[in-house]
């Protein structure tokens, strides 16, 4: 068990809808980071908030935003879904939010289904 | 990741050593990781190794870096049916950690 809590851990929804998915850090990590794995794109970084701000952000797409709550969980809105949104979406963290990450601490990701 | 290159899949015996391979592009990074996810699960830190070392060693893992050629590779020696899973290395860029697609290892009797 990593610390880092993810839900849902599947969804499955229509092309066009809107969902959002939860991440909890490991107890004391400031930064998270969101990732999604798909078979033809392997290991995507997306995005990255250290205690509440953006730090870095990847191939994110315009209808995905994200942000990091005082209480330092975060969450990943997806919008407009469409059927190659389809993929394991994981969230990560570490203690660190330099350029240097050190070790990130994954979640078992939410999966996501677009139909 | 895309500047961050491993072959997809190896297959090996049980017992035998696997060897997998990775390209990095980022000569500037201080360390260089090995991931692990095993089906079902998120990924986990396997090792990693400090840019100024050529090698380190862990039991049954062996992490050589050339940083010449800007090459990585992770040697599991004595493979184990448990060793079965997608193995990921990474680099260290711009506040956020770059992966390689992973490489499959499949181990069999």
């Known amino acids: 068990d990593s610390g880092v809590t993810q839900t849902p851990k599947h969804l499955i929804t229509a092309t066009g809808q809107r969902v959002t998915l939860r991440c909890s850090p490991r107890?004391?990590?400031?930064?998270v980071y969101w990732y999604q794995q798909s078979l033809d794109q392997g290991l995507q970084f997306l995005i990255q908030?250290?205690?509440?701000?953006?730090?870095a952000k990847g191939n994110i797409l315009e209808r995905f935003s994200a942000q990091q709550f005082p209480d330092l969980h975060s969450e990943l809105n997806l919008s407009s879904l469409e059927l190659g949104d389809s993929a394991l979406y994981f969230c990560?963290?570490?203690?660190?939010?330099?350029?240097?990450?050190?070790?990130?601490?994954f979640g078992e990701g939410s999966r996501l289904t677009v139909l | 990741g895309e500047d961050v290159e491993q072959s997809l899949f190896l297959s090996v015996r049980e017992g035998d050593s696997s060897v997998i391979n990775c390209t990095y592009t980022d000569s500037s990074s201080t360390y260089l990781y090995w991931y692990k996810q095993e089906p079902g699960a998120g990924l986990q830190l396997l090792t990693y190794?400090?840019?100024?070392?050529d090698m380190k060693q862990d039991q049954r893992l062996t992490v050589l870096l050339n940083k010449k050629d800007k090459h990585l590779s992770l040697r599991i020696a004595d493979t184990q049916t448990g060793d079965s899973a997608i193995y990921f290395c990474?680099?260290?860029?711009?506040?956020?950690?770059?992966f390689g697609a992973g490489t499959t290892v499949t181990v069999r009797a």
């Open positions: 908030y250290y205690n509440g701000e953006e730090r």
């Open positions: 190794i400090f840019s100024n070392m």
């Open positions: 990474a680099e260290t860029s711009d506040y956020k950690l770059s």
């Open positions: 990560a963290s570490s203690p660190r939010g330099g350029a240097n990450t050190g070790e990130l601490f």
């Open positions: 107890s004391g990590d400031l930064s």
